[in-house]
């Protein structure tokens, strides 16, 4: 079983706080994401990471920002939260190896933004 | 088109049925192939990689067509516990971090 936690596991705050979901591994894995997605639709990539010190956009915009100083540590931050962040917020790892190894998902966050 | 097609279903089975679902990708170049099951406002966890030459596992066997560009997984003897949307994932060249979810097929197993 994967080893990746995310806290906290619901979080109903108002607009405008800023807002730390915290996500970690205890795999040595160099490779971190974090997803959105919303009741029964696909995944969207926001973040991912390679490694310490590295961070990228995904393929859907979001105006959460990332860091990367630990490997197994990937906390993903909104600094004014919007009820357009409504959501729930999955994050992976995934290790390095010959081809792309599976990633291996937290429980998720459920964010909900009044 | 999107680059991994799957039948939203739902696939509504009764208990003991075998089901099979497809999953076509667009990109001849993917390299790495998995299944992921997903329950209702859960995380997705990984069900089983596809290899070329298909694989088992127990009553879940998952096959890769190269040529046709398409995966597959059979569940034979369903049970109820099957019932969850099956998410069909591709990945492309080595290193990359793109990883392409499916929109996922519904599974619901019934008695």
């Known amino acids: 079983e994967a080893d990746i936690y995310q806290t906290p596991r619901y979080l109903v705050i108002g607009t405008g706080k800023k807002i730390t979901l915290e996500c970690s591994q205890t795999m040595g894995h160099d490779k971190m994401y974090w997803y959105q997605q919303d009741p029964g639709m696909e995944l969207h990539l926001i973040h991912y990471?390679?490694?310490?010190?590295?961070?990228e956009k995904g393929d859907l915009s979001s105006e959460s920002t990332v860091s990367r100083i630990r490997t197994e540590h990937f906390p993903l931050t909104l600094e004014s939260a919007r009820p357009s962040h409504t959501s729930q917020y999955l994050c992976?790892?995934?290790?390095?190896?010959?081809?792309?190894?599976?990633?291996?998902f937290g429980d998720g966050t459920r964010l909900s933004i009044l | 088109r999107k680059e991994v097609e799957q039948d939203p279903g739902p696939f509504n089975v009764p208990e003991g049925a075998t089901v099979a679902f497809n999953c076509t990708y667009s990109n001849s170049a993917s390299q790495s192939f998995f299944w992921y099951r997903q329950d209702c406002r859960k995380e997705p966890k990984l069900l089983m990689s596809v290899y070329s030459s298909g694989n088992e596992d127990g009553r879940f066997t998952a096959q890769l067509n190269r040529a046709s560009q398409y995966i597959s997984l059979l569940i034979r003897d369903s049970k109820l516990s099957d019932s969850a949307t099956y998410l069909c994932?591709?990945?492309?060249?080595?290193?990359?971090?793109?990883?392409?979810f499916g929109t996922g097929t519904r599974l619901k197993v019934l008695a």
């Open positions: 992976a790892s995934s290790a390095i190896g010959g081809g792309n190894q599976p990633q291996h």
């Open positions: 994932v591709v990945s492309e060249i080595s290193g990359t971090y793109k990883y392409i």
């Open positions: 990471s390679y490694g310490v010190n590295s961070t």
